[in-house]
């Protein structure tokens, strides 16, 4: 996740903001666990329940971490 925080404050700099702050965008701590899988696991199982069904979702969702 601090790639991600690196990577949004690499792009702020690019267009001559000032980086957020440690209070806007904590750091994560090194010993954090990522559970991104969790959420796609969970995306995955729905949709197939749904498609297997019969049915399809007309709405998605876009999320970034």
């Known amino acids: 996740m601090n790639a991600l925080r690196d990577a949004i404050n690499?792009?702020?700099?690019?267009?001559?903001?000032?980086?957020?702050?440690e209070e806007e965008?904590?750091?994560e701590?090194?010993?954090a666990v990522c559970r991104?899988?969790?959420?796609?696991d969970h995306v995955v199982?729905?949709?197939?329940r749904?498609?297997?069904k019969g049915?399809?979702?007309e709405h998605g969702t876009v999320a970034w971490y």
Request: hydrophobic residues 25%; charged residues 35%.
């Open 10 to 21: 690499d792009m702020r700099r690019e267009r001559g903001e000032d980086p957020l702050t």
């Open 25 to 27: 965008l904590p750091a």
């Open 29 to 31: 701590p090194d010993n």
């Open 36 to 40: 991104w899988w969790y959420y796609y």
């Open 45 to 48: 199982q729905g949709l197939s």
């Open 50 to 52: 749904r498609l297997d």
């Open 55 to 57: 049915e399809r979702p």
